[in-house]
């Protein structure tokens, strides 16, 4: 059963929602729903990817997230960042 779109506006946790902006029109119109009732998001478009920029593309889009979890453990201590060791 889909989530009502009012349930995601009592989520008061910082949301990076990253986006490719050679991504479906479908994806888009997700992003504008979503952006616009999240109270704490962040939205990050990528000029030259598309919807499956985190695999194509790891090294820009995993920098982003991690800039992302340093700038919200500076304000919210109880966000974690967990290393993994490099494979």
């Not at 994806?27 to 979503?34: D, N, P, Y």
């Not at 790891?58 to 967990?82: K, M, W, Y």
């Amino acid at each position: 059963e889909p989530t009502p779109l009012k349930a995601f506006r009592s989520l008061n946790v910082p949301v990076l929602y990253i986006v490719g902006k050679r991504s479906p029109r479908s994806a888009h119109g997700v992003a504008r729903l979503l952006t616009a009732v999240l109270p704490r998001v962040e939205m990050v478009q990528f000029e030259n990817l598309g919807h499956m920029g985190p695999v194509t593309h790891p090294d820009a889009v995993n920098e982003v997230i991690g800039q992302f979890l340093e700038r919200n453990r500076e304000t919210n201590p109880s966000v974690s960042v967990r290393q993994e060791p490099a494979r």
